[in-house]
């Protein structure tokens, strides 16, 4: 005979906690007593089909909803911490994971702080080695680095800064133009003059002329930008600094860095206004090409400002950005999603994005998995900055942008690669990867030893001990 009951304690316990209710008070109110309440909470008692009644009619609770609710977000956050490599060797079975977090959800949360603790710890000894001078004495902290935590803290999005630069775009469209609003607007007449008149500079801005001057080597795009970048320094210096100053930086450096990205923000959301880009990538399935001729962008402007379309109610898939040269520096990492790689990650030498120089301005796409087993989906090509005449120098470098598995269906790209049965398995870093077979490895992983090779060398350039 089925049964009509189930076994829902620590549930119970958090809707009687929630309510602010002793056991013998909710005993009185489903009339059964004190000590079956107590029975149900430790699972030495099943909760029947007649508690929930009595249950859904005393507290006005869907119990449905009670009854399914299996903590699943529990479940999944533990299914991907036990995924650690620091666990491999412990095999953990779905419905252990699920009694885990259903019958002892304080212990598996707990569990959890741990674990993003040792993660913390890791990328702490990580930076810690980074900022260490050749003798070993701490340098200061890295301008940049901060700046990026800055902007990854916040999702690389900010709604003040979105609504006046969307404000402005309308009232420049109806002027007319950038050059136009700059003169109807500000009395600024817009030059464009010789590299050699410029001398090393891109835009300058003469008050006393009433001139803002363009080196005439930039393409279109670039020229559109560095007006609506001069715009946003005139008209929202006050709102740049606001948000700024939010950051509360110690180091100089590190403010003026964020007052530049700042206002950069700002010049894309001009160009690229979010409700007319959000619209754009939807029906676009996010091809950066097609967007960047529809909006009269270059590809890195469109494939940068698609990491800052998380506007609550019109979000857009969270992405993660990343520019490097070809020896691998990286100039520009932006993170709007939870990627595991946002502070350290993208020198793993088998992600696509250092071996598109191979395949100049070819988009290549790549499926990922971390050795974790998250999986994402790779859109990397070259760029290039200068030029602009003969003999002018050009200076390349390569952007990629990532999403999770989850959402690369959305993507125009993922045409090419429908499936994701063989995904590239790269690194963090490898201080921070695990994968003790890499060929391609560089340093060894942070708390593993390396074996001498008197005796035998591996197919890898290190060997390590299994502790």
Same mark, same amino acid.
């Given at each position: 005979?089925?049964?009509?009951?189930?076994?829902? %304690?620590?549930?119970?316990?958090?809707? &009687?906690?929630?309510?602010?209710?002793?056991?013998?008070?909710?005993?009185?109110?489903?009339?059964?007593?004190?000590?079956?309440?107590?029975?149900?909470? &430790?699972?030495?008692?099943?909760?029947?089909?007649?508690?929930?009644?009595?249950?859904?009619?005393?507290?006005?609770?869907?119990?449905?909803?009670?009854?399914?609710?299996?903590?699943?977000?529990?479940?999944?956050?533990?299914?991907?911490?036990?995924?650690?490599?620091?666990?491999?060797?412990?095999?953990? %079975?779905?419905?252990?994971?699920?009694?885990?977090?259903?019958?002892?959800?304080?212990?598996?949360?707990?569990?959890?702080?741990?674990?993003?603790?040792?993660?913390?710890?890791?990328?702490?000894?990580?930076?810690?080695?980074?900022?260490?001078?050749?003798?070993?004495?701490?340098?200061?902290?890295?301008?940049?680095?901060?700046?990026?935590?800055?902007?990854?803290?916040?999702?690389?999005?900010?709604?003040?800064?979105?609504?006046?630069?969307?404000?402005?775009?309308?009232?420049?469209?109806?002027?007319?133009?950038?050059?136009?609003?700059?003169?109807?607007?500000?009395?600024?007449?817009?030059?464009?003059?010789?590299?050699?008149?410029?001398?090393?500079?891109?835009?300058?801005?003469? @008050?006393?002329?009433?001139?803002?001057?363009?080196?005439?080597?930039?393409?279109?795009?670039?020229?559109?930008?560095?007006?609506?970048? *001069?715009?946003?320094?005139?008209?929202?210096?006050?709102?740049?600094?606001?948000?700024?100053?939010?950051?509360?930086?110690?180091?100089?450096?590190?403010?003026?860095?964020?007052?530049?990205?700042?206002?950069?923000?700002?010049?894309?959301?001009?160009?690229?206004?979010?409700?007319?880009?959000?619209?754009?990538?939807?029906?676009?399935?996010?091809?950066?090409?097609?967007?960047?001729?529809?909006?009269?962008?270059?590809?890195?402007?469109?494939?940068?400002?698609?990491?800052?379309?998380?506007?609550?109610?019109?979000?857009?898939?969270?992405?993660?950005?990343?520019?490097?040269?070809?020896?691998?520096?990286?100039?520009? &990492?932006?993170?709007?999603?939870?990627?595991?790689?946002?502070?350290?990650?993208?020198?793993?030498?088998?992600?696509?994005?250092?071996?598109?120089?191979?395949?100049?301005?070819?988009?290549?796409? *790549? @499926?990922?998995?971390?050795?974790?087993? *998250?999986?994402?989906?790779?859109?990397?090509?070259?760029?290039?900055?200068?030029?602009?005449?003969?003999?002018?120098?050009?200076?390349?470098?390569?952007?990629?942008?990532?999403?999770?598995?989850?959402?690369?269906?959305?993507?125009?790209?993922? &045409?090419?690669?429908?499936?994701?049965?063989?995904?590239?398995?790269?690194?963090?870093?490898?201080?921070?990867? *695990?994968?003790?077979?890499?060929?391609?490895?560089?340093?060894?992983?942070?708390?593993?030893?390396?074996?001498?090779?008197?005796?035998?060398?591996?197919?890898?350039?290190?060997?390590?001990?299994?502790?």
């Amino acid at each position: 005979m089925e049964k009509n009951w189930v076994y829902l %304690g620590p549930r119970l316990r958090r809707l &009687r906690r929630g309510l602010g209710l002793t056991q013998a008070e909710m005993a009185a109110d489903l009339e059964i007593s004190p000590s079956y309440i107590a029975l149900m909470e &430790r699972n030495q008692r099943p909760v029947t089909a007649e508690t929930l009644l009595r249950l859904a009619k005393a507290y006005k609770i869907d119990f449905s909803d009670f009854v399914n609710d299996a903590g699943q977000d529990l479940v999944t956050r533990l299914k991907s911490a036990v995924k650690d490599p620091i666990l491999s060797d412990i095999d953990f %079975g779905p419905l252990e994971i699920a009694d885990v977090a259903h019958s002892f959800p304080a212990f598996a949360e707990a569990m959890l702080r741990l674990h993003t603790a040792y993660k913390e710890e890791q990328f702490a000894l990580a930076d810690k080695r980074q900022h260490l001078s050749s003798d070993g004495r701490a340098v200061e902290a890295d301008a940049i680095a901060t700046v990026r935590s800055f902007l990854s803290a916040r999702r690389n999005f900010f709604p003040v800064l979105d609504a006046v630069s969307e404000k402005l775009s309308t009232r420049i469209s109806e002027a007319g133009g950038l050059a136009s609003y700059l003169s109807n607007q500000h009395n600024l007449r817009v030059r464009r003059l010789p590299p050699e008149v410029m001398v090393g500079s891109l835009r300058r801005l003469d @008050w006393h002329r009433r001139e803002l001057l363009l080196n005439e080597a930039l393409d279109q795009s670039s020229q559109n930008f560095q007006m609506a970048l *001069q715009l946003a320094y005139i008209e929202f210096e006050q709102e740049i600094q606001d948000t700024v100053d939010e950051g509360k930086f110690e180091i100089q450096n590190s403010a003026r860095l964020a007052h530049r990205a700042i206002a950069a923000y700002c010049g894309a959301a001009v160009v690229l206004p979010y409700a007319a880009f959000a619209r754009a990538v939807e029906t676009r399935r996010y091809d950066i090409d097609a967007l960047a001729r529809q909006f009269g962008t270059s590809f890195e402007q469109t494939a940068h400002r698609l990491t800052t379309l998380q506007k609550p109610g019109q979000e857009r898939i969270p992405f993660f950005f990343i520019k490097v040269d070809i020896a691998g520096n990286i100039s520009k &990492r932006l993170n709007t999603g939870a990627f595991p790689f946002a502070r350290h990650g993208g020198g793993c030498p088998l992600w696509t994005v250092h071996q598109v120089f191979a395949t100049p301005r070819k988009v290549i796409t *790549q @499926w990922m998995e971390l050795p974790d087993g *998250q999986r994402f989906f790779s859109i990397a090509r070259t760029v290039h900055s200068g030029g602009g005449g003969y003999g002018l120098p050009i200076v390349d470098r390569a952007i990629a942008i990532v999403c999770e598995a989850q959402y690369a269906d959305r993507l125009v790209y993922s &045409r090419e690669h429908p499936q994701m049965d063989n995904p590239t398995p790269i690194g963090i870093a490898c201080q921070l990867c *695990q994968r003790t077979g890499c060929t391609s490895r560089v340093e060894p992983p942070i708390g593993r030893q390396v074996l001498a090779d008197n005796f035998r060398r591996t197919e890898a350039p290190f060997g390590f001990s299994d502790t």
